[in-house]
């Protein structure tokens, strides 16, 4: 458990320190009028509490990724903490604060109308394409998920709700009220409350597995995955099936370290701040509190059951992460608390994936400057679900693929726009940049290696994919100082 708090330690430290100098580069004025008070509409621009904006934004950008990934990511060991308290401060958090600064200087924009004023209509293009990409294959995911975990249970057996098909429609059907009523009608009436459950129950997770956890490897373990000499029991070995660390763990857990589902969630709270100083706790703060949540479900990954990763691995194909979840909960926490999770890990998916939709409502609606009348909003959201629902009976792992590239590269293609940014500013780009090549490194290593992708040999993917990284910064260095800065950076 050392491991842990190490790492919880390091994330809250992180935002006590760091995240005061990337405050500093963004240049916040708390004396701005923002988008909320210019565009106030009673539909998507209405004011917000702080606290509850960070709860709302801390559920919208949380689901079950924190959760889910986490828990696949356990099977490579102890290493899985290690990326998520390091992507997380590197990349992550950098990446979802820059991303609701964007939005909040850009009239609440969305990041694709954002990103054709900092590049072109051709970057633009690129990340609209992206962005609606994303945010329909969270959607997608985010349905079956919590149905199969609803119709699964065995509370539901040999009734109408063990089946997959009517949680299906029941979750669709609140989609469509969620995507189409005002933002306060539902979103900051209930998200707040759901936050707080998940905070409840990550917690409580946390606190049964320090009590009562069987399996919790030595201290030098962290290191195995380089030296299985380490290890004198197989049941202790991690990745059973010796899949590469680079890029596979970084693409398994995305959600808790860096994920760039996060960037198309900021307008939403973007236009209902009622100051600009509160895009630090509510964006960064958010991401933080998600990497806590990350890190306590690797943990039970890694320490919760007595049969190590020999086990895990099974539970994992006998039932995905959501047997694991089952598993972890009804064993920790008793029968109620049991409940509690499991019911807490349905409703989380469907807070991220109502948002999603809302937020491809506005990213089209923006995209072709389509007034927000009711009629509109109809005729942009019927199409979308319905083609959703088709997309459910499509094999799950495929989805989740499609929506694992997606994911990391527009989490990549924010980090570059945000440095043209802090180019634009003169502030310290580095805290960007950086991890932009690193996001661009894994992206190409990981699409040139996937089955979805081109299919090449592994060892080739680690240089290709560093070499492009390094030429996409030197490349918009060269961009940028043939070009004058954009006049009206605000």
């Known amino acids: 458990m050392l491991i842990f708090f190490i790492c919880i330690a390091l994330l809250v430290l992180a935002y006590k320190f760091y995240s005061p100098f990337v405050e500093r580069q963004a240049g916040i004025d708390p004396k701005a009028k923002t988008p909320q008070a210019r565009f106030e509409d009673g539909v998507d621009y209405v004011p917000v509490h702080p606290a509850k904006a960070f709860l709302i934004q801390f559920l919208n950008v949380a689901g079950v990724g924190p959760i889910f990934g986490p828990i696949l990511g356990a099977l490579y060991g ?30 609440g924009k969305s990041l694709p109308e954002i990103a054709g004023h900092y590049f072109n209509i051709y970057f633009k293009s690129v990340m609209l394409l992206f962005t609606a990409m994303l945010l329909f294959f969270v959607g997608v995911v985010f349905i079956m998920s919590p149905a199969g975990l609803l119709s699964n ?17 029941v979750i669709l059907a609140y989609y469509f009220l969620a ?17 707080l459950l998940m905070i409840v129950m990550t917690v409580s997770i946390a606190v049964a597995l320090m009590l009562n956890a069987p399996q919790l490897p030595e201290m030098g ?4 995955y380089f030296d299985h000499s380490h290890y004198n029991n197989e049941l202790l070995e991690p990745n059973p099936d010796g899949l590469p660390v680079w890029p596979l763990l970084f693409v398994t857990i995305t959600c808790g370290a860096i994920s760039g589902f996060h960037s198309t969630q900021a307008p939403i709270m973007a236009r209902c701040l009622t100051n600009e100083k509160y895009v630090r706790p509510v964006y960064y703060g958010a991401m933080v509190a998600e990497g806590i949540v990350a890190c306590v479900w690797a943990t039970a990954g890694i320490a919760a059951f007595p049969g190590g990763y020999v086990e895990l691995k099974s539970l994992l194909d006998q039932g995905g992460p959501g047997l694991v979840v089952n598993q972890v909960a009804t ?38 400057h389509i007034p927000q009348s009711m009629r509109n909003r109809l005729l942009v959201a019927v199409p979308i679900l319905t083609i959703a629902y088709f997309m459910t009976k499509i094999d799950f792992s495929l989805i989740w693929r499609y929506f694992a590239f997606s994911n990391m590269l527009l989490s990549t293609s924010v980090l570059w726009l945000a440095t043209k940014y802090l180019f634009d500013r003169g502030t310290f780009h580095w805290i960007v940049s950086l991890p932009a090549i690193g996001g661009t490194s894994v992206t190409v290593s990981y699409i040139m290696t996937a089955g979805i992708g081109l299919g090449l040999p592994q060892p080739l993917s680690q240089p290709v994919g560093i070499a492009v990284g390094v ?3 030197v490349a918009l260095i060269i961009a940028h100082n043939r070009r004058k800065p954009v006049a009206d950076v605000k």
């Open 153 to 169: 249970l065995d509370y539901f057996k040999d009734t109408i709700f063990g089946n997959n098909t009517f949680w299906v429609l």
């Open 78 to 107: 102890p290493i899985a903490l290690v990326w998520i308290v390091l992507g997380n401060i590197i990349g992550g958090a950098v990446h979802d604060y820059f991303s609701g600064v964007l939005s909040i200087k850009e009239d």
């Open 221 to 224: 373990d962290v290191f195995a």
């Open 331 to 368: 064993t920790y926490l008793g029968v109620v608390g049991g409940i509690m999770a499991i019911v807490a890990v349905a409703i989380f998916p469907i807070t991220s994936g109502d948002t999603a939709f809302r937020s491809l409502r506005l990213t089209i609606i923006d995209a072709f």
């Open 471 to 473: 030429i996409c910064l």
């Open 179 to 195: 995507t189409m009523l005002p933002i306060d009608k539902i979103i900051t009436k209930l998200y707040p409350a759901f936050g």
